[in-house]
T-cell receptor, first 116, second 116 residues
Framework: AQSVTQLGSHVSVSEGALVLLRCNYSSSVPPYLFWYVQYPNQGLQLLLKYTSAATLVKGINGFEAEFKKSETSFHLTKPSAHMSDAAEYFC??????????????FGKGTSLLVTP | GAGVSQSPSNKVTEKGKDVELRCDPI?????LYWYRQSLGQGLEFLIY????????KSGLPSDRFSAERTGGSVSTLTIQRTQQEDSAVYLCASRGLAGGLTDTQYFGPGTRLTVL
């Protein structure tokens, strides 16, 4: 079954510091991977997605992620954190089952705190 | 353009009552999903609709949960005889198929359900 594991339910960084949010996947087929962000009381917004093209994926708001098959990882990074980046981040893998419309299997989420 | 909308944004109900949650997908999107976000379980897939085809109900947690989609557009998720463990945020997402299976799922803001 396709699944993702996010390491660290809470991550705290200083404003201007590197953001690194970890995601490892388990998949029996080449995965399609996604990072979503959720701001308080809002729905999920897509940051970026990997669909078997370039392994380094650039997303919105300065975020990027690198697909590493050898490490089964898809970590999310941003060189310099901004206060507005404080939110919940979810890694997801697309289910292989076409019957479910390739629904997403989400990780538990990582809450990012940015301190001044 | 307009995104996915959901109503109500918040719903408080008493144990044993029935509730209906509504989702308006992005116009023209043929695929519609319901997910549940709860503290204990994270984000879980519930049900998937594709056009006028029979839905995939594989994620529904019990027979108290049902959903319909009228005219291939608006969807209603119904929970009968609500229980306290049904308290969660219910998220709806829609997806177009123009780009194939890699198309993004766009999420609504969710309905926060509280069962007293």
């Amino acid at each position: 079954a396709q699944s993702v594991t996010q390491l660290g339910s809470h991550v705290s960084v200083s404003e201007g510091a590197l953001v690194l949010l970890r995601c490892n996947y388990s998949s029996s087929v080449p995965p399609y991977l996604f990072w979503y962000v959720q701001y308080p009381n809002q729905g999920l917004q897509l940051l970026l997605k990997y669909t078997s093209a370039a392994t380094l994926v650039k997303g919105i708001n300065g975020f990027e992620a690198e697909f590493k098959k050898s490490e089964t990882s898809f970590h999310l990074t941003k060189p310099s954190a901004h206060m507005s980046d404080a939110a919940e981040y979810f890694c997801a893998v697309r289910a292989p089952n076409s019957n479910s419309g390739y629904a997403l299997n989400f990780g538990k989420g990582t809450s990012l705190l940015v301190t001044p | 353009g307009a995104g996915v909308s959901q109503s109500p944004s918040n719903k408080v109900t008493e144990k044993g009552k029935d509730v209906e949650l509504r989702c308006d997908p992005i116009s023209g999107h043929t695929a519609l999903y319901w997910y549940r976000q709860s503290l204990g379980q994270g984000l879980e897939f519930l049900i998937y609709f594709q056009g006028n085809s029979a839905p995939d109900k594989s994620g529904l947690p019990s027979d108290r949960f049902s959903a319909e989609r009228t005219g291939g557009s608006v969807s209603t998720l119904t929970i009968q005889r609500t229980q306290q463990e049904d308290s969660a945020v219910y998220l709806c997402a829609s997806r177009g198929l123009a780009g194939g299976l890699t198309d993004t799922q766009y999420f609504g803001p969710g309905t926060r359900l509280t069962v007293l």
